[in-house]
């Protein structure tokens, strides 16, 4: 149990999150209800790997390494930042790549149509990173849960907004959700508290902002 635990907690890392909605709305066959969240399964493959990639390098690898070298100058004692006094620095990293990361996909696209929820994504993190970097003072607020929270509310307005999308994707990111809400309990890494605050704020702050660039746009 306790490997399996570790092995959740590893698949299902924060960082990893947006990025698995994204290639679900890429790849995952959808037909839209809704202009601002229309699919780009039909896009060219090229434009669908280029999208990726930009969500894969500011989401995952360019946080990923900052932390590895925080890591590395002893700044945090553990890659998943185990530490409530060390989050600070992290998180603040977390929210800066997010920031370029939105000004960058409304930069490249320029007068160029994208759905959405390529912006409500990177908007959402901000919004999460700036309200955990306050709740961080009180509670060791969960980022694993977090990460589960941003997928779960992305899919579920995702979901709503398409004729023809299958619920199972939705199913399967509130199942993940459980198993690493769970896995983060099992290790004892966290109290009950601060892992279901921690996804149910990222699920609410996420899908909020998505409903609202839905009617706005």
């Not at 932390?67 to 700044?75: A, D, E, N, P, Q």
């Not at 409304?106 to 994208?114: C, E, H, P, R, T």
């Not at 509310?153 to 959700?177: K, N, P, R």
Request: aromatic residues 16%.
């Amino acid at each position: 149990m306790r490997i399996l635990s570790h092995l959740f907690s590893w698949v299902f890392l924060p960082l990893f999150m947006p990025t698995y909605g994204i290639l679900i709305s890429l790849f995952a066959p959808a037909i839209s209800t809704q202009y601002s969240m229309s699919s780009l399964y039909y896009a060219p493959l090229p434009t669908k790997w280029a999208l990726f990639t930009i969500f894969f390098m500011f989401s995952v690898v360019a946080p990923g390494i900052s932390f590895i070298l925080l890591h590395r100058f002893k700044v945090i004692s553990t890659i998943d930042i185990e530490q409530q006094g060390e989050r600070g620095l992290p998180l603040i990293i977390m929210l800066i790549y997010s920031l370029v990361l939105f000004f960058l996909l409304s930069y490249k696209a320029g007068d160029a149509y994208l759905p959405r929820y390529y912006y409500a994504l990177p908007l959402s993190g901000v919004a999460i990173t700036s309200l955990f970097l306050l709740i961080n003072r009180w509670i060791k607020i969960s980022l694993h849960a977090a990460g589960a929270g941003i997928l779960v509310g992305f899919l579920a307005v995702y979901t709503a907004s398409q004729t023809d999308f299958t619920l199972w994707w939705l199913i399967g990111s509130i199942i993940a959700a459980g198993l690493t809400m769970s896995a983060r309990l099992y290790l004892k890494k966290h109290r009950q508290i601060e892992v279901y605050t921690g996804f149910v704020l990222a699920t609410l702050i996420t899908a909020g902002l998505h409903l609202y660039l839905i009617q706005i746009g």
